[in-house]
């Protein structure tokens, strides 16, 4: 049939060196090999590029996300500071018009005085 071709490390001579061997022997696997033949290690790698590229088109859309959660919290801060502020502001309101009503009470009652 065919002669079998050898590989030679180059060292000349017709001898074989002792790594030299034939093309025709079978060389052994390693068991991670044999387990992970070519075309599932290629799927894994199509997968995880599927995978890198699907959550880098989420990522505007999480940060939008993010973006309009943040806004949305600053609105409620923002409400929140506004009720305070109207409230202070009724507060003094109130007082003003308590004020205002004992001095008209006092101008009221200097008014209905008899003359001395």
């Known amino acids: 049939m065919w002669d ?3 590989i030679s490390d180059g060292s000349g001579g017709d001898r074989l060196s002792k790594d030299a061997r034939t093309v025709d022997e079978e060389i052994e696997a390693s068991p991670v090999a044999r387990r992970t033949p070519w075309p599932i290690g290629h799927h894994f790698v199509e997968d995880r ?6 959550e880098r088109e989420r990522e505007p859309q ?7 959660e943040e806004g949305e919290e600053r ?13 202070q502001h009724r ?4 007082l003003e ?3 205002q ?3 008209g009470s006092q101008q009221l009652e ?7």
């Open 101 to 103: 009503q004992q001095q």
């Open 49 to 54: 590029k599927k995978k890198e590229e699907e």
């Open 97 to 99: 018009l308590q004020r």
């Open 62 to 68: 999480q940060q939008l996300r993010r973006e309009e």
């Open 110 to 116: 200097e008014l209905l005085e008899p003359p001395p």
């Open 75 to 87: 609105r409620c801060q923002q409400g929140e500071r506004l009720e305070e502020l109207l409230e």
């Open 4 to 6: 079998p071709i050898t």
């Open 91 to 94: 507060q003094q309101v109130l």
